[in-house]
């Protein structure tokens, strides 16, 4: 028998989960929504189907994605959870098998031989498929349509490890760039880099050694180089068996950065070093003559993990802002230099992925309106950071209101940069539900064009993307 959701701020409010999936036609329109815009808006999030077995981490809620199909004016909207063996295991049992983040310490003995995947934190399209993305395993593939699932994706087998859920696409090629940590089990320092064609084929798929074992969520790639950022997030097998946390924040590490020619062989990467911060995501990095500049929402801790020794870290830590790393590609010095971009704390970070690596004016992210509150602020507001002129102008939701992930959808292929919309997911708390909510992404601080209504609540959840119909 399923019992009720423990009290946990992370299970509570909008980050409660929805006990049902469904299909809603024909959503009502507030405003002008665009008759030319035509496409699918997806996003994925954490959705556990059950309570947890011991103390909940967010990263641990089973995926569930949510889409709203546009076309004429017209909006719809599904969800569907993310049928893993994890998922469907539990589902036979009925109730939870695995410990938080999969901690074998926890997990009942039934979820033996069953990985530990959540595939909650990503969703995209790409060589023709339907992919749901968690960093601990390989994506999860669905039907485009329907969001029915159909299994465990490894490119033909040549897939090694797991994939992150922040893979890059490639403006100019098309290729999908991506990597994966942990390669061998948790605490090793094992990676891999792999490229994936613009058809979906994998066309490399090589190995290599970081500096140490850590949870590395997302990466940088420019035009000629990926950079894999390896932050003091350390992971260890022993310390779980210890009873330790499975991630733990040491703040003794230093950051590293590994640089790597796109064209070049593996074993070319070159390791710097950095002061210990953590950074979930990067909104955008490219070159520029003999350095490499990437604007990163940046925290002095790894927000939601504690020390070794299981202390909470301190409130501040999980104050994240957008800053500028400019680091020298020459080899000169390895020291970057850091800019402040804002002083609201931000995240989800985003932009018109046309200039993905490249240099760019304009860029997107939800913020909080009250820096007082720190790391218990909700985001309640959209940022457009135009770098041309530093102007930074926002949109704030409303008393009582969260803002999801900005999404920019360009106004037709061949517009200018920044030239077209802005959708995001905001949850409405006076009346506990959702909106889809468009803009006009060249005039964010106006207000909303149009509104898609929802009669239910899209739970608060983390990446998604635009697919052009």
């Given at each position: 028998m399923t019992q009720r959701f423990p009290d946990d701020r992370f299970l509570s409010g909008n980050f409660a989960p929805v006990r049902a999936e469904c299909n809603a036609l024909d959503l009502e329109i507030e405003g002008d929504w665009p008759e030319g815009l035509a496409g699918t808006f997806v996003r994925n999030g954490p959705n556990p189907l059950y309570p947890p077995r011991d103390k909940y981490h967010l990263f641990s809620g089973d995926g569930m994605i949510h889409a709203f199909d546009i076309e004429g004016g017209r909006v719809a909207y599904r969800n569907r959870w993310v049928r893993t063996n994890k998922w469907k295991l539990e589902r036979e049992h009925g109730r939870a098998l695995f410990g938080t983040l999969g901690n074998p310490?926890?997990?009942?003995?039934?979820?033996?031989?069953?990985?530990?995947?959540?595939?909650?934190?990503?969703?995209?399209?790409?060589?023709?498929?339907l992919l749901a993305l968690e960093e601990g395993n390989p994506p999860f593939e669905l039907e485009r349509g329907s969001l029915e699932s159909i299994g465990p994706f490894t490119f033909d087998g040549g897939l090694e490890g797991p994939m992150t859920a922040h893979p890059k696409i490639d403006p100019e090629t098309g290729e999908m760039l991506f990597f994966g940590y942990n390669v061998g089990g948790m605490g090793q320092p094992t990676m891999t880099y792999q490229v994936v064609a613009k058809d979906g084929t994998l066309t490399r798929s090589e190995r290599f050694d970081a500096p140490y074992a850590?949870?590395?969520?997302?990466?940088?790639?420019?035009?000629?180089?990926?950079?894999?950022?390896?932050?003091?997030?350390?992971?260890?097998?022993?310390?779980?068996?210890?009873?330790?946390?499975?991630?733990?924040?040491?703040?003794?590490?230093?950051s590293r950065f590994g640089f790597l020619r796109r064209d070049a062989a593996i074993d070319t990467i070159r390791w710097t070093e950095a002061e210990?911060?953590?950074?979930?995501?990067?909104?955008?990095?490219?070159?520029?003559?003999?350095?490499?500049?990437?604007?990163?929402?940046?925290?002095?801790?790894?927000?939601?993990?504690?020390?070794?020794?299981?202390?909470?870290?301190?409130?501040?830590?999980?104050?994240?802002?957008?800053?500028?790393?400019?680091?020298?590609?020459?080899?000169?010095?390895?020291?970057?230099?850091?800019?402040?971009?804002?002083?609201?704390?931000?995240?989800?970070?985003?932009?018109?992925?046309?200039?993905?690596?490249?240099?760019?004016?304009?860029?997107?992210?939800?913020?909080?309106?009250?820096?007082?509150?720190?790391?218990?602020?909700?985001?309640?507001?959209?940022?457009?950071?135009?770098?041309?002129?530093?102007?930074?102008?926002?949109?704030?939701?409303?008393?009582?209101?969260?803002?999801?992930?900005?999404?920019?959808?360009?106004?037709?292929?061949?517009?200018?940069?920044?030239?077209?919309?802005?959708?995001?997911?905001?949850?409405?708390?006076?009346?506990?539900?959702?909106?889809?909510?468009?803009?006009?992404?060249?005039?964010?601080?106006?207000?909303?064009?149009?509104?898609?209504?929802?009669?239910?609540?899209?739970?608060?959840?983390?990446?998604?993307?635009?697919?052009?119909?």
């Open positions: 310490m926890t997990s009942d003995p039934a979820a033996a031989g069953t990985p530990f995947n959540v595939a909650n934190t990503n969703v995209l399209f790409h060589g023709g498929r850590a949870m590395v969520h997302d990466f940088i790639a420019t035009r000629n180089f990926v950079v894999f950022p390896v932050f003091p997030a350390t992971t260890s097998l022993e310390r779980v068996i210890k009873g330790g946390p499975p991630i733990a924040w040491d703040a003794a590490q230093t210990a911060c953590y950074v979930y995501h990067p909104m955008n990095a490219f070159e520029e003559g003999d350095r490499l500049v990437a604007d990163m929402i940046r925290y002095d801790g790894a927000p939601g993990f504690p020390t070794p020794e299981g202390e909470r870290p301190k409130a501040s830590d999980a104050e994240g802002r957008l800053e500028r790393w400019t680091f020298d590609l020459s080899g000169g010095s390895d020291d970057p230099t850091i800019e402040v971009l804002d002083d609201f704390i931000s995240e989800f970070p985003r932009l018109d992925e046309r200039f993905a690596g490249l240099p760019y004016r304009h860029g997107y992210m939800a913020s909080t309106s009250d820096a007082a509150a720190g790391r218990n602020s909700m985001f309640d507001q959209l940022s457009h950071v135009d770098f041309e002129t530093g102007r930074i102008t926002r949109w704030h939701a409303g008393e009582g209101a969260l803002v999801g992930e900005p999404i920019f959808v360009p106004r037709a292929a061949e517009a200018a940069e920044g030239d077209g919309h802005l959708l995001s997911i905001v949850f409405l708390g006076a009346e506990n539900r959702s909106d889809l909510v468009l803009f006009d992404a060249t005039s964010l601080d106006a207000g909303p064009r149009a509104r898609a209504r929802l009669d239910l609540r899209v739970p608060n959840g983390f990446h998604g993307n635009w697919i052009p119909a």
